[in-house]
């Protein structure tokens, strides 16, 4: 771009000795030339005045009436005039009107050859020939001085986005702006007679055009934007944590945390979630899941999930029976929505998770030494596919054990195939020990996991601790196997009364626990089969006491009539226990249990 000295000449005066020049050999041809110095003719038209601007049409037509008619070309249509070029208007007619700030310096100190109007009624005027620095102290501000001496040398256009302006918004400067500048390397020359000294400089120098956009509607704009997306990202966020577990619940014999991360920064929030559901007589179920896809849509079938699984539980089922049940439901909410899942159930007489998966990544199980297992198979296809059988697994998960449960947000990755992940996710369990909330954080980091990760990831950690000293005095077990007969029960209540009295229960409590005893016993006697089996055992929050016999029969609570010589003794543990209920045990058979909380200190 080559920038004269700002001409005085306007731009019908350009249109018109363009015009003229070109007419000048068609008069040479058809007329003798006038002297130089010689009075036009009398009858020729008066010359316009230096200030106007004729129409290029008329103009024409005089110059032809002038010169008098020509013969070759009288029949032929009178050509239109030529449209004006931009070359006809001045640096001044471009960037004076301008609503864009614009701004000219040239030379190594940036003085100042020219601002428009819209420049300086931002900033206020400019003196003309003084150093940006000196008088252009906002271009400082704007950390763009370093950028014009960039631009000066290496000859290459530069441009930074979104500079605020102090009061460069609006009519009466009420707020602030926001500019776009962009600085592109210009020659300044040195031709013509100057409208005035402000824009006077020595000629030829190479300078810079600084050219600034408002943007301050779009940066509002998409403050606005951002404003409203945070907002509902809160929101969506906050409905996906309402429908997890506020707290989760803490087993006596095994210690639990969990973490969940919303992945992304947008407002759809994903369907993973965790629960951790006391069964009773001790044992825990432990379950994760994930609802593909993200939303609310996928929120809303996750809290449903969640919810029948909770319901299921109660029912202390098998946990592949329990999968079989939330297959069909989950076909009913949504066949579309696809959604994986693994249940798995402690028992800490047994020292084993009984799991059941269902298309969901393998727990991983660290040993005391820190040897880390992964659950093997059975593994179906995810919930809602139907059709498909599902069968429970089991590992051990003995004193001094941990696992993890884990959603496919923390070992997925684009660029990597999934076992990737997992074989990273063990590395990183072995090594890692303490509380369970610091297991979480330590997996979360050592697998990359940030606030700026893409998908969502739920984490559930638990541990079986080793006890010793004080804390292994308050974990007890006592077992009794029934054979039946006569002596049977009294043998039950002889075998609990000193049990419990070896644990130094209270004298209330200990009769409660033997009159339970006496009543679990009675009723596996009347209607259930061999083997049977008395277990007694203590936490350091509560009494469990169960019986197990070779029947699958469940008993039931009921009411009975005054008449009735039996049904009352479920009746009774019920009223005197915490707690009560039955389970259909693995093989055959069933388990009644009932609880008694211990008080606390």
């Known amino acids: 771009m080559i920038f004269t000295r700002w001409s005085a000449k306007l731009p019908g005066t350009q249109r018109r000795a363009a015009a003229r020049s070109g007419r000048a050999a068609p008069r040479a041809a058809g007329a003798a030339p006038r002297a130089a110095g010689a009075a036009p003719p009398a009858d020729?038209?008066?010359?316009?005045?230096?200030?106007?601007?004729?129409?290029?049409?008329?103009?024409?037509?005089?110059?032809?009436?002038?010169?008098?008619?020509?013969?070759?070309?009288?029949?032929?249509p009178v050509?239109?005039?030529?449209?004006?070029?931009?070359?006809?208007?001045?640096?001044?007619?471009?960037?004076?009107?301008?609503?864009?700030?614009v701004a000219v310096v040239y030379g190594p100190e940036h003085r100042i050859a020219y601002v428009n109007g819209a420049y300086a009624t931002v900033f206020g005027p400019r003196p003309a020939g003084r150093t940006a620095r000196e008088a252009l102290p906002e271009l400082d501000e704007l950390g763009l001085l370093p950028l014009l001496d960039q631009v000066l040398r290496g000859g290459t256009p530069r441009t930074v986005k979104s500079r605020r302006v102090p009061g460069g918004a609006g009519p009466d400067g009420s707020r602030d702006g926001y500019y776009t500048f962009t600085c592109t390397p210009i020659e300044v020359t040195d031709s013509g007679p100057a409208p005035g000294p402000e824009a006077a400089c020595g000629a030829p120098?190479?300078?810079?055009?600084?050219?600034?956009?408002?943007?301050?509607?779009?940066?509002?704009?998409a403050e606005r934007l951002r404003v409203s997306e945070a907002r509902q990202r809160a929101a969506a966020v906050t409905l996906q944590r309402s429908l997890l577990p506020q707290e989760l619940e803490q087993p006596d014999d095994l210690r639990v945390a969990a973490t969940y991360q919303p992945g992304g920064t947008d407002a759809a929030v994903g369907g993973d979630w965790y629960d951790v559901i006391t069964l009773g007589a001790g044992r825990t179920a432990l379950v994760i899941g994930d609802v593909m896809g993200r939303g609310v849509r996928a929120a809303a079938v996750m809290g449903q999930l969640r919810t029948a699984v909770r319901a299921y539980a109660r029912l202390d089922l098998p946990p592949h029976e329990v999968l079989q049940l939330l297959d069909?439901?989950?076909?009913?909410?949504?066949?579309?929505?696809?959604?994986?899942?693994?249940?798995?159930?402690?028992?800490?007489?047994?020292?084993?998770?009984?799991?059941?998966?269902?298309?969901?990544?393998?727990?991983?199980?660290?040993?005391?030494?820190?040897?880390?297992?992964?659950?093997?198979e059975p593994t179906g296809p995810p919930l809602g596919t139907g059709g498909w059988l599902h069968t429970s697994g089991s590992v051990p998960f003995g004193p001094g054990c941990s696992a993890v449960l884990y959603t496919d947000g923390l070992v997925e990755r684009r660029d990597k195939d999934i076992d990737d992940g997992v074989e990273a996710l063990e590395r990183a369990l072995s090594g890692a020990t303490g509380a369970p909330d610091i297991v979480c954080?330590?997996?979360?980091?050592?697998?990359?996991?940030?606030?700026?990760?893409?998908?969502?990831?739920?984490?559930?950690?638990?541990?079986?601790?080793?006890?010793?000293?004080?804390?292994?005095?308050?974990?007890?077990?006592?077992?009794?196997?029934?054979?039946?007969?006569?002596?049977?029960?009294?043998?039950?209540?002889?075998?609990?009364?000193?049990?419990?009295?070896?644990?130094r229960f209270a004298p209330e409590l200990h009769d409660l626990g033997v009159l339970a005893v006496s009543e679990l016993v009675a009723n596996s006697l009347q209607h259930g089969t061999p083997p049977m089996?008395?277990?007694?055992?203590?936490?350091?929050r509560r009494l469990i006491i169960e019986v197990t016999d070779g029947d699958d029969h469940l008993p039931r609570r009921r009411r009975a009539e005054p008449a009735d010589e039996a049904?009352?003794?479920?009746?009774?543990?019920?009223?005197?226990?915490?707690?009560?209920?039955?389970?259909?045990t693995p093989g055959g058979g069933k388990a009644v249990w009932c609880e008694f909380a211990l008080p606390r200190g």
Request: hydrophobic share 45%; aromatic share 4%.
């Open 205 to 221: 120098h190479h300078g810079v055009l600084i050219f600034g956009a408002d943007v301050t509607d779009q940066i509002e704009s």
């Open 328 to 376: 069909g439901l989950a076909a009913e909410i949504d066949a579309s929505q696809i959604a994986t899942c693994v249940y798995a159930v402690h028992d800490p007489n047994e020292g084993r998770l009984v799991y059941a998966s269902a298309g969901h990544l393998p727990i991983l199980v660290r040993d005391p030494d820190g040897a880390v297992r992964r659950a093997a």
């Open 44 to 76: 020729a038209p008066a010359a316009p005045s230096a200030g106007s601007v004729p129409a290029a049409r008329a103009e024409g037509a005089a110059d032809r009436a002038a010169d008098g008619p020509n013969p070759a070309t009288a029949d032929e």
């Open 533 to 540: 089996r008395l277990r007694l055992r203590r936490t350091d």
């Open 79 to 101: 050509p239109a005039a030529a449209p004006p070029t931009v070359d006809a208007l001045s640096v001044h007619d471009i960037l004076g009107t301008l609503p864009a700030l």
């Open 567 to 584: 049904g009352r003794g479920i009746s009774i543990v019920a009223t005197i226990a915490s707690s009560w209920g039955s389970r259909r």
């Open 441 to 503: 954080d330590r997996l979360l980091r050592s697998l990359g996991i940030t606030a700026a990760h893409d998908d969502d990831v739920a984490i559930l950690t638990l541990q079986h601790p080793e006890r010793t000293g004080h804390d292994a005095e308050l974990f007890h077990n006592a077992a009794l196997e029934l054979h039946g007969g006569t002596e049977a029960a009294p043998r039950a209540r002889a075998f609990a009364s000193g049990v419990l009295t070896s644990w």
